[in-house]
């Protein structure tokens, strides 16, 4: 799923590309895009973008007479952008949005459709979407502190849970939790100060290097390569390949379609969590160490 430093890049070109420009066109192509009834998306027509904007991962189009379009890419969606005339190959296309210099496609490669968009009018519509999360970019520590205590959860649903903080998914949370050298497993109540100032160090420092860049692969043209796995992250998406810190292998907690990275030496004090998909299993017989799990395979390197 696109996070704050993809959903902030996107938000950049599309202001480049469609603010102040009237939309001419739209064309739904899926009968399950499209999650409101009024007002109809073809009120667009004819309205000049007076703004694009973020709400946590939602991306928000505002228009003339304060008529709004929030799209949620979810996991699989993506936007993309070309010139008028030219169209998109395949049956991922959910929605086409025309202007002056070229046409928004919103694309979904899963057969889930869970993309969506809605259309509001006016401002305080859009407090709907908001979860409440705290913008960390635009926070203090004390502020971050707070928010982070107001519940106690482990760090990795704080990080990733929108009504505690924004932007921030599955991807990103493991890269910080890395960072900040804590366990995803750690519970915000049991966190000293100086574990929330590296905590809160990590959060900002990790989302401004990956915006920037982002924003740099990026250049002057739109983001076509949006993915949770990228090169040289540290955890993230690496599992079994060596940490780029300690060089101990990467391990990782999986729980359904989810995965959690870390490592073992940096972050949980060489103490292997628990993988629920094996550890029910095992159930006492988990092994607690990387040397345990190796012995358990045959010596061999932990995979």
């Known amino acids: ?27 739904l192509l899926s009968p399950f895009v499209l999650r409101t009834v009024d007002p109809p998306p073809h009120d667009a027509v004819g309205r000049r973008v007076v703004v694009v904007r973020r709400i946590g991962k939602r991306i928000v189009i505002g228009f003339e007479s304060e008529l709004f379009f929030v799209l949620h890419l979810m996991i699989a969606g993506r ?15 959910l929605a086409a949005f025309e202007f002056g210099g070229g046409v928004l496609w919103l694309t979904e490669a899963s057969a889930k459709k869970r993309a969506s968009l809605h259309v509001v009018r006016g401002e305080a519509s859009l407090t709907d979407f908001d979860r409440g999360g705290l913008e960390v970019m635009q926070a203090d520590r ?8 107001r519940e106690n959860h482990t760090l990795k649903r704080a990080l990733t849970d929108p009504r505690i903080l924004s932007g921030i998914g599955n991807a990103y949370s493991d890269e ?61 998406g690496r599992f079994g390949q060596p940490c780029p810190v300690c060089g101990s292998p990467i391990q990782r907690i999986r729980h359904a379609s989810n995965e959690c990275n870390y490592c073992v030496e940096c972050q949980t004090g060489g103490r292997l969590l628990a993988d629920r998909s094996l550890s029910r299993l095992l159930r006492g017989d988990w092994p607690r160490t990387l040397e345990e799990l190796e012995e358990r395979r045959g010596g061999g390197a932990a995979k």
Request: glycine share 6%; proline share 4%.
């Open 1 to 27: 799923m696109p996070e704050l430093p993809d959903v902030t890049i996107y938000v950049e070109r599309l202001q480049e590309r469609i603010g102040g420009n009237a939309c001419t066109n739209v064309s």
């Open 79 to 93: 936007l993309r952008w070309r010139h008028s005339g030219r169209r998109l190959s395949g049956k991922m296309a």
């Open 142 to 149: 004390q502020q971050f502190e707070a928010s982070l205590r």
């Open 176 to 236: 910080i939790l890395h960072a900040a050298r804590l366990s995803p497993l750690e519970w915000t109540s049991r966190l000293e100060q100086t574990e929330i100032a590296r905590l809160w160090q990590a959060v900002r420092r990790t989302l401004a290097t990956w915006t920037t860049r982002l924003r740099a692969d990026v250049g002057d043209g739109f983001p076509e390569k949006v993915t949770a796995f990228r090169e040289g992250m540290a955890v993230h």
